[in-house]
């Protein structure tokens, strides 16, 4: 399993800090939620934040744009240092368009697929797609419950990814903690993001050691 901490959780005027957690507590990327207050209801990160973590990050960030029109944006955040970069299914019109620009600059490509968006959408992109992100909450803010419908949903897009041979990493993002993280890696995801799980502990480097022993054992 990949684990991947949501800056978004953690003190924004401390990032320095956060990043050097995530390093400590074995991540396997940094998630940083870009949000345009349209798309979403919230105004968060922008681009010389995302350069300034680059900088000072030793583990890759992965990127999830909660942008209306994502495509005027890639050029910069992938700039900026993304390597990996998710826009949503529900922002663009011009999909296949966004990924072949993500990954031509050398970036893996992700498609985010809202709660009650179904997997289907993407019958035809997938084996374009290095990645698809679910979303397990309605995006806009860190520290909502997990939806649990969503597992099904990652079970069947992990069915359809072996069913065609695919080499497609499951993503899943929104209220993932030590309780349900095990049952979220069992229906098939690979990469779990967690905000609060991890940034709202006392002990994030922790934290995140317990999150991936907890996928890893048995359920409880
Ligand atoms: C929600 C964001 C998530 C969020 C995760 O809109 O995309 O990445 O920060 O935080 P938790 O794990 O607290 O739900
Ligand atoms: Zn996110």
């Known amino acids: 399993m990949f684990l991947a901490p949501s800056i978004l959780a953690a003190d924004l005027a401390d990032l320095k800090t956060a990043a050097v957690q995530c390093s400590q507590g074995g991540a396997d990327f ?6 345009d207050g349209h798309f979403v209801p919230n105004l968060t990160i922008g681009v010389p934040v995302v350069e300034a973590l680059a900088a000072c990050s030793e583990i890759p960030l992965e990127v999830h744009l909660m942008v209306s029109n ?19 299914w529900e922002a663009t019109v011009h999909l ?14 992700g498609v985010v697929l809202n709660p009650a968006t179904p997997i289907e959408v993407l019958e035809d992109i997938l084996p374009m797609l290095d990645f698809v992100l679910l979303m397990s909450v309605n995006p806009g803010f860190a520290g909502q419950a997990f939806l649990p ?29 030590v309780d349900n993280i095990h049952r979220v890696v ?4 690979d990469l779990c993001v967690a905000g609060s799980a991890v940034f709202a502990s006392e002990d994030p480097v922790a934290a995140m050691q317990e999150l991936r022993r907890r996928a890893e054992s048995e359920p409880v």
């Open 96 to 109: 296949d368009r966004v990924i072949g620009l993500i990954q031509q600059k050398g970036a893996a490509a």
């Open 30 to 35: 940094i998630h940083v939620d870009v949000m």
């Open 70 to 88: 994502p495509d005027r944006l890639l050029e910069e955040y992938l700039a900026a240092g993304a390597s990996w970069l998710s826009v949503h």
């Open 149 to 177: 419908y969503t597992l099904e949903k990652a079970c069947r897009l992990r069915g359809a990814i072996e069913r065609r041979l695919l080499d497609v990493t499951i993503a899943m993002d929104g209220g993932i903690g």
């Open 186 to 189: 069992a229906s098939g995801v």
